[in-house]
Structures are given as structure tokens and as C-alpha cells.
């Protein structure tokens, strides 16, 4: 009864994020109760393995005491400070400091937002403002990648190169250039590192060339593990070469870390396992494990100290009223805490067992692809495995697949190019690894 009239409220009045508007009036919500580790428990009491962990957010899985008692304190203690005015408040002060002591490279300053998107516009500002104070303002070309995902702000959106993201807006929002991803899968060089990896550069230095010159592009922007796009894992290698020619042309290069952070791929940060220090570095979701919002923007030393000198006493005119929430960040801590004493290293056991367990479906006849790193995985279905033929779009497999998988107590992204992806909480057990594998092959099943 209740959740009937929550549907039609829900209908009436909230519009969701990257929804179609009229399907979803149609379909209507499911309203989720409760949730507690690694499950969630919608309003008619059924209980599923929650396997993409929210929005690949809820690293330390749901309902941890330490947290939740965390954020009461603090909310009791000082709910609000403003980083204004020289002022602050010691959990944003202390989350800026263990961050920086994890960070790769001299990445040792932190701007704290209130999420990816934000971040992601943060890192554009800051760009911008790095390149007129070194006296190149005639830089102000972005090149990212295409399938990339960098959020839906108004600029970040247009780093995004994934084509939902701009149907429908017009051009504006839609000025950064791209360059073809790396996805090894359908890659037309092959699926060789070397190949890849040459193709990609030849692309940036083209691109490069199209645009002026790099007298005229300011930054590169990779995604260390490409999310949105479906998981698309570059090879070893591709950063560390994307990040030396940026080097040696004076791009700087932004590393998003929004999904690969805090243990999603095994390390805190995946620039770490890639062995390279980007000149800027993103990050949200399982900073505070999506408890409460906050993202953040890791600052190299080295951009710090020219945008300080050049701005002198003047304000660097860049802020936003819940930076460094006082809330967000004892959260923040509290889930670090939880992530070095066991989460980071269960993760990384975890995550070995949730490769292997995905890579046993290859021998189903609609599994064409299987990729990932720790918790973080696709499998890439197809209607012939030979020709790798996609299933066909008008089939609604990503709404087929979800409903399924669902009535199998798993929830799973499905994207809607018929990749299924998964991102469960560090905490899961063995047990729950292996019914994110099985509930899948059920799901795989009943689909044929
Ligand atoms: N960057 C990446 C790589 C993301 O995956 C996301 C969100 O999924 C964002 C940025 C945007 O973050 P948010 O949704 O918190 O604004």
C-alpha cells in the first residue's frame, strides 16, 4: 500500500538521473529499505546481493557502526564549518592530510568538492588558471577519450564522450576534442598491447597537430579503468605511454579516479599500480563510500606553487559553500580507517576470486568478453561469439538483463550495450563472490 503511493509520488514529482523520463513513468521505481554489507532490501522485504555497490560507490559496504557513529559525532559536534575566511575544521584538515600521504607523486594539496562531477569542472578551473599564470593562456584545448565518463556539469559533460550524455543538449556544452578509446575488445588495431598502445598516441599527437599545436591544448583526460564506457581496461602500459607524451608536448594529464579509487582495482589508487603521477588527480564515490557526498581534486605541488604565485595575495576565486564539509570528512576518515585495517587487503583477495569466477562464464554461448581489475569487471555479452555481433539494441537488453538478474536476488549494471558490470563492496565474503558469478550464469541462462 505504501509502496504503491510512493510509486505515483515518485512518478509525479522526482525526476531521476540518465532515466528516460516517459520508460520510467511506465515502469516506475523500486524503492530500496534497507541495506547491510553487501546486500540491500527493496520495499517488499526481497533481499539481493548488491554487486555494483550502489553506483560503484559503497566500497566498505553497507551499515559499518564506526561510520555511522563517525557522522553522528561529528554532526553533533559541529555540523557545518566553512573553509572560508581562513577558517576550517580538523576532519577536513586531517582527511586532506592522510589522502595526501597516499597519494602517488607530489600530488599533496586537496580541494574538496561535493562529488565527481564537480571535481572533474574543480580540475578544468584549475587547468585554465595554471595556464595563464604561467603566461599560455592561448592553451585552452581538452582532449579526453572516447567512451570516457567524467561526469554531466556543464564542462565536465563535455569531456564525457559518451553520445546519451549529449543527444538532445546542442553543441555548446559538447567544445573538447576526443581521441579513440583503447577498448582491446572491438579495437580496429588489434588487440595487441603495442598496437594499442601506438594507435593511441598516434591519435593524441594527431589530434595535437589538428588543434594548433600543443601551444594550444591544455590538458589530457584518462580515466585509469574506463567505467561508464564499460570497464574498458587499457593495457600495461598505456597510461604510463599516454602520460610521458603529455610530458614531453606540455599537456598536462588529469587522471580520473572517481571509480578506480580506494581499492576498486586493488591499490587506493589505480595511478599507483600504473606507476605514474598524473600533474592532477580525481576522486569521490568511495572516498566516503557514498555514506554522505564529497569528491576530491588531488593537486600537484608543482601546479600548487605556480597558481599561489601568481595569484599573491589576491583569492584564488574558486569555491563552493559544503567544500571540505566537516561531515563528509569525518566520514571520510572513518572509511579510511575501515579500508587500511582489513577492506583495501580483502578487496585485493576478493577481487582475485571475482576475476577468475567471471572469466569461467567465457564458455557461455552469449559471453564474448570478460575484463576487469579487483572489484571492478565486465562481461560484454554478444549474439555470435565469432563475428562478436552485439545483441540486437531494440531488444532492451540492458533492461532484460536487469529485471532478470534481478528477480535472481543480484543487482548488476547493465549497460545498454548489452555489457554487464560489476563493482561489489570490498566486504563481500567468498560465498557472496561465488552467487555474484552463479546468480549471473542463472541470469545468462534464461536469457538465451
Ligand atoms: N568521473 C568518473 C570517472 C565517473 O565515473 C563519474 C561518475 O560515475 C564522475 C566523474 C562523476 O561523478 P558524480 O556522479 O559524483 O558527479
Redesign the pocket.
Known sequence: MLANSLIELDRAHLIHPVASWRGHEASGVRVLKSAKGATVTDASGKTLLDGFAG??CVNAGYGQDSVIEAATRQLRELPYATGYFGLGSEPAIRLASRLADHAPGDLSHVYFTL??????DTTVRFVSYYWHAKGKPQKDQFISVEQG????STV?SGLTALPAFHAGFGVPFNWQHKIPSHYAYRNPAGSSAEAIIAASLAALKAKVEDLGGAERVAAFYV?PIQ??GGVLVPPAGWMKAMRDACREMDILFIA?E??TGFGRTGPIFACLEEEIVPDMM?A??GLTSGYVPM?AVFLSDHMYQVMADAAGPAAVGHGFTYSAHPVSAAVGLAVLDLYEDSLFENGRKMGERLQAGLASLKDHPLVGDVRGRGMLAAVELVTDKAAKTPLPAAAKPAVKVFDRAWENGLVIRAFAQGVLGYAPPLCCTADEIDQIVERTRLTLDQTL
Open positions: 553506483l560503484w562529488g565527481g562531477s564537480d571535481a572533474v565518463y567524467h561526469g554531466s565536465g580515466e567505467g561508464s580520473d572517481v571509480i580525481t569521490a564515490k569528491g
